[in-house]
């Protein structure tokens, strides 16, 4: 599985920005999706994720009610909306992707990642 992540920019405080994945590669293999964060100096997070066969999807609880993520099958893509941005969101974000069924874990633990695109939020 590849991934290509797109969408990153500035953006003021209180604004939005979607960001997407384009996964490529065997994109239907990629049973679980997600994205993490990375902070200047800190560690990485787990931001969101979002398994192929339903169930409830799961966000970190810094950006719960604020970010959103979807899949589109047909078009090979992830999203990540993300409203009411705050500087502490600003980084870079990740798309990753895992194969196992089932369940997903981590998304720290995925093993395939994109190159990132970066967000600064002012």
């Not at 990153?8 to 239907?28: I, T």
């Not at 049973?31 to 800190?42: I, L, N, V």
């Not at 787990?46 to 609880?61: C, H, I, K, N, Q």
């Amino acid at each position: 599985v590849q991934l290509v992540e797109s969408g990153g920019g500035s953006v003021q405080a209180g604004g939005s920005l979607r960001l997407s994945c384009s996964v490529s590669d065997n994109p239907y293999s990629a049973s679980c999706m997600g994205w993490f964060h990375q902070a200047p100096g800190r560690e990485r997070e787990a931001v969101a994720r979002l398994y192929s066969r339903g169930g409830t999807p799961f966000y970190a609880d810094s950006v719960k009610g604020r970010f959103i993520i979807t899949r589109d099958k047909a078009k090979d893509l992830v999203y990540l909306q993300m409203n009411g941005l705050q500087p502490e969101d600003t980084g870079m974000y990740y798309c990753a992707a895992d194969q196992l069924y089932g369940t997903c874990r981590d998304v720290l633990d995925f093993p395939a990642r994109g190159q990132g695109t970066q967000v600064t939020v002012s």
